[in-house]
């Protein structure tokens, strides 16, 4: 047997070489993040739940009386998404020293768990007052416990939910910028990526309302635990 065949070998017994990459679950990711920035931006009062730095501008607005922006929503999706940070990072303690691919899978379900919730909850009851307030705790909770494990997983230039540094690095270490443009395909991947799931998300949400983006987000996220490895 050759050393390339037992390399092979060796990598389809590993359960963690099953599955998906994580690079490309990642990218995944990004997309979902683009369909639920499109819900909670166009469908809860202009608040982000993915997007913290977007949402921290948005509550210097509302607080100086901008229209059309909610301190009370604000709030709640940065209190969510920081809590669900917080628990994010308890998994990644408990969980990150094992098999990659079980954490991965077992934060990835959580998640979808989690926006299949607020998709029941926007189908069963649309335009109530307390039905935002849970679409914007549920959503900003399991934005938050996904970039914390992200963040743990240490994949560079996908974290899913903000491209500010996946831009300026796409810039600054291009050939135009001096660099060697080695990691270009992966960050254009990102940009693209969030640009697909929000134009089709802002599409949903203007024309059939906040469940069905919700539910496409939350098969989206449960295909990605069911397939993803522990490789990158």
């Known amino acids: 047997m050759s050393e390339q065949s037992g390399t ?3 990598a389809a017994g590993d359960p963690e070489e099953r599955g998906l990459r994580l690079v490309a679950v990642l990218l995944g990711l990004t997309v979902v993040s683009g369909l639920i920035d499109a819900v909670s931006y ?21 607080a100086a009386g901008a229209p059309g922006f909610s301190v009370p929503h604000t709030l ?10 917080a628990a994010g990072g308890r998994v990644a303690v408990r969980l990150g020293s094992g098999s990659r691919r079980t954490w991965a899978r077992l934060t990835l379900a959580a998640e979808a768990v989690l926006l299949g919730v607020s998709a ?6 649309p335009g109530a007052t307390a039905t935002a307030y849970a679409l914007i ?20 230039d996908l974290t899913t939910t903000v491209l500010t540094m996946t831009l300026t690095g796409l810039a600054a270490d291009s050939r135009a910028g001096g660099g ?24 949903l949400v203007l024309h059939h309302g906040l469940a069905i983006p919700l539910a496409i987000a939350a098969g989206l996220v449960a295909v990605l635990a069911v397939t993803a490895s522990g490789r990158e």
């Open 8 to 10: 092979d070998t060796k």
């Open 42 to 62: 166009l469908g809860l009062e202009h608040v982000f739940t993915a997007n913290m730095t977007g949402n921290v501008v948005v509550l210097g607005f509302a």
């Open 76 to 85: 709640t999706s940065l209190v969510s998404f920081v809590v669900g940070a």
């Open 120 to 125: 029941v909850v926007a189908f069963a009851a």
């Open 137 to 156: 705790a549920v959503t900003a909770f399991a934005m938050g416990l996904r970039n914390a494990t992200v963040r743990k997983l240490g994949i560079p």
């Open 180 to 203: 060697p443009g080695t990691r270009s395909p992966r960050r254009t991947a990102s940009v693209i990526a969030m640009v697909a799931g929000a134009g089709p998300g802002a599409w």
